[in-house]
């Protein structure tokens, strides 16, 4: 009989169980049935996380008083993670790299690119080196990194996966980065990449100009271990990108709103984080060398 | 290892294989330590938990680590039980099992982000789905196993659902709520390692905190979760069950921001996962066909197979790991060899070894050694070394000896490890899965096994090349599983336990100890 009994509050907790998948479901629908749901946007975790913290907090701030709407700022783990939630309409607004936001406008149309930093229009790579494997800095490709180890940044990152990618496959025609490198590694993001070969747990390695200028400023870089020791040419980089489903929700004209509140920055406590002095206005077309660099290297259909 | 050491001839050149492909293994690894001051790290770690920093620690994580462990139990749990009914019966619902139990919750977690963006509902699901899988399965075994005594009684006409509702079950219930509760345990560290990829529970903290140095939070993190794991019988019982799912129910933070399920789940199964050369295609047209071949070929070349091969040997590297490790370990936890001081001391050991997740000791480990498959070994093995040693202690412990049998050395090697071969063997040609299924994951870690494709494919927003690789995986467990099944039939070790939380031997200590 206390089996019966059992079984009983078993099956009342199974119920539970379903009933609570139900308002985790509704709970979500019931934002949408408000009558200004937040602007809900992310950015790719591409450094430090207390530094995207604190960069996209005050972003969210200053867009709300601007806006008029609430605005939340959601973080992910991943880049392929932050390119989702603009696919499935999670967040409506994003930072992304060049290259994620090439695989975000094509997998949501209409989605546009509206505003992208001063300093992205031509951005940079930089290829470091541990002072140990004596490489010095030049002007050309230094080709003696070859059968070294070499990390690049996240598997999606524009300055430390793509761009480098197409330059080592320039310099190293007819190979792929496994077949020049001793080791390939992915470090996730670009502050670890200069940690990796800070340490020497990798020779080499592509990193965001930006990034490592602000680490060297916040005396986060030992100058004795790690230098630069190439600089790439440059290409266009981060922007904001927002769904085209904006218009219907916070009416038409927001995505013009969107691109000055943005452009119209100038508070430098909110560029500084990003390692920005201004956003400008930007179009889907500007990043259109990287849809050719994506399908020369592969990495895009 | 002399055959004539093992009561069966079997057993020897069972041994014998899995070790000698184990050192085959060894050769081609990649068993290489890239980072220059390992030991650095590990011991500003080991600081962090000495002196860890709980205020620091923010409370809604560990909230929605046990919300999303509950729901996500409760839901598969109660799943499971409606497919064991017809589970003996129906040959797909025991395909269906297979295939959802065989994918990784991490893998389920990927998969369902796409649809249902980084929420609650992603957590419970990748969760329940899976487990609805897994105890499907063992109910199933459970109601096989049951004494069939009040069946007979039945009058004739029963119909099915009322003799399983009282005939069966009641026979069965104790044993399913000991398993059910045990799974709780597993959707803790589920749930926690669900964190990692973006879900807002404690392993999402622990991540952040590892990754930026602060030893002092993640060492208060990794403590708060040992104590969940460790408390758990106090709290999680058959009573406090329907109120704990009601609370997490109630508890479950909210996601900020919703995505738009409807569209996006038919864009993920309408386009997202078909084969690109079959999107919009006539597929009456050869020509179809020959570009799919085209599309799947370098796929299955480049990494599936590659993937797969690395997988096994990384899966049977950490079998042979775990069993020298179990052999060496178990003696800690039973009273002849360890006595009475240090028997509790060793059960304490091998219990936090196997509470902490796998898929957490080899973050931490390629973050200390860096990307190879030396730091997946390790954690393999400790993990399910503490495990099987565990419970290899307990059987040890009931072994009725005779008055003058020897001690220490000699009792181990010419007495107890005999005896309890084939128990030994039948615990790890269990785990053998399991490991397998862990082995794929840690891909997303940077060792090259199938995950490390699937984390690829994701990155370039390949989805139907992802789905294709899980599927994969997916196969290569279900495979390994029947292996598994059949070398226990043939060494005739299949009616031997198996489970964390199947029949144990009970002795007198046993009784006592509650």
Redesign the interface.
């Given at each position: 009989m206390r089996g019966a009994g059992l079984w009983g509050r078993l099956a009342l907790g199974a119920c539970a169980a379903l009933a609570a998948a139900g308002p985790a479901l509704s709970q979500e629908r019931g934002q949408e049935g408000r009558a200004v749901p937040p602007l809900v946007f992310t950015g790719i975790p591409d450094q430090d996380e207390s530094r995207l913290v604190e960069r996209f907090g005050k972003v969210a701030v200053y867009l709300e008083a601007q806006l008029g709407v609430p605005v939340r700022y959601v973080p992910v783990k991943s880049y392929p993670a932050a390119v989702t939630a603009f696919t499935n309409g999670q967040v409506q607004l994003a930072w992304f790299g060049g290259f994620t936001g090439v695989q975000a406008r094509k997998a949501v149309p209409g989605s546009q690119a509206i505003a992208q930093g001063a300093e992205d229009a031509a951005f940079k790579t930089y290829v470091i080196a541990n002072a140990a494997t004596g490489l010095k800095r030049g002007p050309d490709f230094p080709k003696d990194i070859q059968d070294k180890t070499f990390t690049f940044g996240a598997r999606a990152s524009t300055s430390g996966r793509l761009m480098p990618e197409y330059f080592i496959r320039q310099a190293f025609p007819g190979k792929a980065p496994e077949q020049v490198f001793a080791r390939v590694g992915f470090s996730g993001d670009h502050t670890r990449t200069i940690q990796l070969v800070q340490s020497g747990a990798f020779a080499a390695g592509a990193v965001d100009y930006s990034v490592w200028d602000l680490d060297t400023k916040a005396g986060k870089v030992d100058r004795q271990a790690v230098s630069v020791i190439w600089e790439s040419p440059t290409f266009p980089d981060y922007q904001w990108t927002v769904r085209g489903d904006v218009e219907q929700t916070y009416g038409a004209g927001f995505t013009e709103r969107l691109r000055s509140a943005l452009t119209g920055i100038t508070d430098p406590a909110i560029l500084e984080p990003f390692g920005r002095s201004a956003f400008i206005p930007v179009t889907n077309a500007a990043y259109e060398p990287l849809v050719a660099v994506g399908r020369s290297t592969g990495l895009l259909d | 290892m002399r055959a004539a050491f093992l009561p069966r001839r079997g057993y020897a050149a069972v041994s014998r294989w899995f070790l000698a492909a184990a050192l085959a293994g060894l050769l081609v690894a990649d068993l290489?330590v890239?980072?220059?001051?390992p030991f650095a790290d590990l011991a500003r770690l080991l600081g962090g938990l000495i002196r860890p920093d709980f205020l620091a620690v923010e409370g809604w994580s560990v909230v929605a680590t046990v919300a999303s462990a509950?729901?996500g139990v409760?839901?598969g749990?109660?799943t499971g039980?409606l497919l064991a009914i017809p589970f003996a019966r129906s040959r797909t619902v025991r395909l269906a099992c297979a295939g959802i139990r065989a994918v990784h919750e991490l893998f389920w977690a990927l998969l369902l982000?796409?649809?249902?963006?980084?929420?609650?509902?992603t957590g419970?699901?990748a969760i329940a789905l899976p487990y609805a899988g897994i105890c499907a399965k063992v109910y199933a075994e459970l109601i096989e196993e049951a004494d069939l005594a009040a069946i007979r009684t039945l009058p004739a006409g029963t119909g099915a659902v009322s003799a399983f509702l009282y005939a069966r079950?009641?026979e069965v219930?104790?044993r399913m709520?000991d398993y059910?509760l045990y799974r709780l345990e597993c959707g803790l560290r589920s749930s926690l390692v669900l964190g990692?990829?973006?879900l807002p529970t404690l392993g999402?903290a622990f991540?952040?905190a590892f990754?930026?140095g602060r030893y002092a939070e993640a060492g208060a993190l990794l403590l708060i979760f040992y104590v969940l794991i460790g408390s758990r019988r106090l709290w999680v019982r058959?009573?406090t069950?329907?109120v704990l799912?009601?609370g997490?129910?109630l508890a479950?933070p909210?996601?900020?921001?919703?995505?738009?399920?409807g569209?996006?789940l038919a864009?993920f199964l309408g386009h997202d996962i078909v084969p690109?050369p079959l999107r919009g295609a006539a597929l009456a047209e050869p020509e179809t066909w020959a570009r799919l071949w085209a599309w799947l070929r370098p796929i299955l070349t480049e990494q599936v197979l590659p993937g797969t091969a690395q997988t096994l040997v990384l899966a049977q590297i950490a079998l042979a790991a775990t069993a020298l490790g179990a052999l060496a370990l178990f003696p800690l936890t039973a009273r002849r060899f360890a006595g009475p001081v240090g028997r509790p001391l060793g059960r304490v050991l091998l219990v936090v070894v196997r509470s902490t997740p796998e898929y957490m000791l080899a973050y931490l480990g390629l973050q200390l050694l860096?990307?190879s498959m030396l730091p997946a070994i390790l954690a393999l093995a400790l993990h399910n070394a503490g495990i099987v040693a565990y419970l290899m202690g307990r059987h040890a412990d009931a072994i009725p000896y005779r008055a003058d049998a020897p001690r220490g050395l000699d009792l181990y090697a010419y007495e107890t490890v005999p005896r309890l071969y084939g128990q030994f063997l039948a615990y790890l040609l269990y785990r053998w899965e399991l490991i397998l299924r862990e082995s794929t994951i840690f891909g997303i870690l940077?060792v090259t096994t199938l995950g490390f494709y699937v984390?690829?494919a994701?990155?370039?927003?390949?989805l139907d090349v992802a789905a294709l690789l899980i599927a994969a995986t997916a196969l290569v467990t279900v495979a390994v599983d029947a292996f598994s099944r059949g070398l226990r039939r043939s060494l005739r070790i299949d009616a031997l336990p198996t489970r964390l939380s199947g029949p144990q031997p009970i002795t007198g200590a046993e009784a006592a100890d509650g």
């Open positions: - | 290489q890239t980072t220059l001051h509950m729901l409760g839901l749990a109660g039980l982000m796409q649809v249902f963006g980084l929420s609650a509902t419970v699901l079950l009641p219930a104790g709520r059910t990692f990829i973006g999402f991540e952040s990754r930026q058959a009573r069950v329907p799912l009601v997490a129910a479950l909210p996601s900020i921001g919703s995505a738009a399920i569209p996006s864009r690109a860096g990307p940077g984390d690829a994701i990155s370039e927003l390949r």
